[in-house]
């Protein structure tokens, strides 16, 4: 549990920066559409279950420390 | 003394921002890697939407028009007029009635807001600016004539050089189209010359790299392969020779079809309002409208289609052409409709065995062509 709470932010952090990288390539050049690729829509679904992950872990951590 | 040892083994905040940002580098590569560049041939349900329609035949132009007969005999610049190139001494079938489509669709430009304005004052410099001509290359035979021509602009710094294809075929079918290594597919690539070598051309042009996308309108030779729309606008051959340039909001799938759809592609933007003028906006980004290699399909009437490869970044030879400038060019040549294909390193010209314009960084491997059968005359 330890391990994944250390990691999880990493890769919300990696895969929140690779979709800014796709939404300024796609307003660059909209014709690559990289936002609504198959294999983006699924690196979209694992950023939002990490993002969603590392949020209760944040929120938890943050109230047992109160 | 447990603490102190525990925060020595923390990395410092900064190592943990570097080995993020290497993780989102790698993210991107293996995204790339996979996404990008391994090729995958997709399993679709192809269909068979048009066959060539032979009833319907256009003339070539008469053969006397080839006093410049080809075999790579060139003139002076400044010889030719455009006017006598291509145009004054063929007949011209612009009068004999193209077909009307049935729901009267045909100027449908300009009815929806684009992105990108387009620039009056650089398609007026273009039209008005002094083309030097030079005939590289003609070949006539039972079914199609193609004239290709190595044409410059302007001077200096902001020369511009174009290779032209001036295409009359006898039938719409003879308009081809082919996929790299023969297969409908996502990253399945090769280069103009070796997908023009392969399927016999006499003379090919790039297309509008589908394969780089998953979706988009693809017909070709009358075989629908996808039909999912983006936001890019479609350009369709019919089998009765007409070429009409779409907005995704205008295209209609199962309209098009039943009308004909021989060839459809999906990348643009239109360029021309369907009367030769220019498209007050273009459905692109500022981005993409800069000065770049480029290459265009252009109509003029049944059976009589104009393809340029415009050459770029390369200063003092050529710099590239906007979509106004383009436009402008293609208008110049008498094209109705133009429509930019994939440039950049993809803009490619091949006639008889060799490409004809420098391509950017050598250009690039790509996943289609558009192109005209070699056939030996009877």
Same mark, same amino acid.
């Given at each position: 549990?330890?391990?994944?709470?250390?990691?999880?932010?990493?890769?919300?952090?990696?895969?929140?920066?690779?979709?800014?990288?796709?939404?300024?390539?796609?307003?660059?050049?909209?014709?690559?559409?990289?936002?609504?690729?198959?294999?983006?829509?699924?690196?979209?679904?694992?950023?939002?279950?990490?993002?969603?992950?590392?949020?209760?872990?944040?929120?938890?951590?943050?109230?047992?420390?109160? | 003394?447990?603490?102190?040892?525990?925060?020595?083994?923390?990395?410092?905040?900064?190592?943990?921002?570097?080995?993020?940002?290497?993780?989102?580098?790698?993210?991107?590569?293996?995204? !790339?890697?996979?996404?990008?560049?391994?090729? @995958?041939?997709?399993?679709?349900?192809?269909?068979?939407?048009?066959?060539?329609?032979?009833?319907?035949?256009?003339?070539?132009?008469?053969?006397?028009?080839? /006093?410049?007969?080809?075999?790579?005999?060139?003139?002076?610049?400044?010889? %030719?007029?455009? @006017?006598?190139?291509?145009?004054?001494?063929?007949?011209?079938?612009?009068?004999?009635?193209?077909?009307?489509?049935?729901?009267?669709?045909?100027?449908?430009?300009?009815?929806?807001?684009?992105?990108?304005?387009?620039?009056?004052?650089?398609?007026?410099?273009?039209?008005?600016?002094?083309?030097? =001509?030079?005939?590289?290359? @003609?070949?006539?035979?039972?079914?199609?004539?193609?004239?290709?021509?190595?044409?410059?602009?302007?001077?200096?710094?902001?020369?511009?050089?174009?290779?032209?294809?001036?295409?009359?075929?006898?039938?719409?079918?003879?308009? !081809?189209?082919?996929?790299?290594?023969?297969?409908?597919?996502?990253?399945?690539?090769?280069?103009? $010359?070796?997908?023009?070598?392969?399927?016999?051309?006499?003379?090919?042009?790039?297309?509008?790299?589908?394969?780089?996308?998953?979706?988009?309108?693809? %017909?070709?030779?009358?075989?629908?392969?996808?039909? =999912?729309?983006?936001?890019?606008?479609?350009?369709?051959? $019919?089998?009765?020779?007409?070429?009409?340039?779409?907005?995704?909001?205008?295209?209609?799938?199962?309209?098009?079809? /039943?009308?004909?759809?021989?060839?459809?592609?999906?990348?643009?933007?239109?360029?021309?309002?369907?009367?030769?003028?220019?498209?007050?906006?273009?459905?692109?980004?500022?981005?993409?409208?800069?000065?770049?290699?480029?290459?265009?399909?252009?109509?003029?009437?049944?059976? @009589?289609?104009?393809?340029?490869?415009?050459?770029?970044?390369?200063?003092?030879?050529?710099?590239? *052409?906007?979509?106004?400038?383009?436009?402008? %060019?293609?208008?110049?040549?008498?094209?109705?409709? *133009?429509?930019?294909?994939?440039?950049?390193?993809?803009?490619?010209?091949?006639?008889?065995?060799?490409?004809?314009?420098?391509?950017?960084?050598?250009?690039?491997?790509?996943?289609?062509?558009?192109?005209?059968?070699?056939?030996?005359?009877?």
């Amino acid at each position: 549990m330890k391990k994944l709470s250390r990691i999880l932010p990493h890769i919300t952090i990696i895969l929140a920066g690779m979709f800014i990288i796709f939404w300024i390539l796609d307003i660059l050049n909209p014709t690559m559409n990289f936002i609504n690729r198959r294999l983006s829509n699924k690196l979209l679904l694992i950023f939002c279950i990490s993002a969603i992950i590392t949020s209760v872990f944040a929120v938890y951590y943050e109230r047992r420390q109160r | 003394m447990e603490d102190a040892s525990k925060k020595r083994k923390m990395l410092p905040f900064w190592a943990l921002i570097i080995i993020d940002v290497l993780g989102i580098c790698s993210g991107m590569g293996v995204y !790339l890697l996979f996404d990008y560049i391994m090729p @995958h041939k997709l399993d679709v349900k192809t269909e068979v939407v048009a066959e060539v329609d032979s009833s319907r035949s256009f003339d070539l132009p008469s053969d006397s028009s080839q /006093a410049d007969t080809a075999d790579s005999e060139s003139e002076p610049a400044d010889s %030719i007029s455009d @006017h006598d190139l291509g145009k004054g001494k063929r007949p011209s079938r612009r009068g004999d009635s193209e077909p009307e489509r049935e729901d009267g669709k045909r100027n449908l430009s300009n009815q929806y807001t684009y992105n990108v304005e387009s620039d009056e004052s650089e398609f007026r410099r273009i039209l008005d600016a002094n083309t030097n =001509t030079e005939l590289i290359g @003609h070949s006539r035979t039972d079914n199609a004539d193609v004239s290709v021509y190595e044409k410059s602009l302007l001077d200096g710094d902001e020369k511009i050089t174009y290779y032209l294809a001036d295409v009359y075929v006898s039938n719409a079918g003879d308009i !081809l189209t082919a996929f790299a290594e023969d297969t409908f597919g996502k990253n399945i690539k090769d280069t103009v $010359y070796n997908m023009a070598e392969d399927n016999n051309a006499l003379f090919a042009v790039n297309g509008d790299y589908y394969g780089n996308a998953e979706n988009g309108i693809v %017909i070709r030779n009358g075989v629908k392969y996808r039909d =999912t729309t983006n936001d890019a606008d479609v350009l369709v051959l $019919y089998t009765d020779g007409v070429m009409r340039a779409y907005l995704p909001e205008e295209y209609d799938p199962d309209e098009v079809i /039943a009308q004909g759809a021989w060839q459809a592609w999906n990348f643009g933007p239109s360029l021309l309002d369907g009367e030769g003028g220019l498209n007050k906006t273009f459905n692109t980004t500022s981005y993409l409208n800069s000065k770049n290699p480029r290459s265009a399909a252009g109509y003029v009437e049944p059976g @009589h289609y104009i393809f340029a490869t415009v050459d770029g970044r390369d200063k003092g030879y050529s710099s590239g *052409a906007t979509l106004s400038e383009l436009a402008a %060019i293609m208008s110049k040549e008498g094209c109705v409709y *133009a429509y930019n294909l994939d440039g950049g390193k993809s803009a490619m010209m091949y006639f008889d065995g060799r490409i004809l314009n420098r391509p950017d960084g050598g250009g690039r491997d790509m996943s289609d062509i558009i192109y005209v059968e070699r056939q030996e005359a009877e």
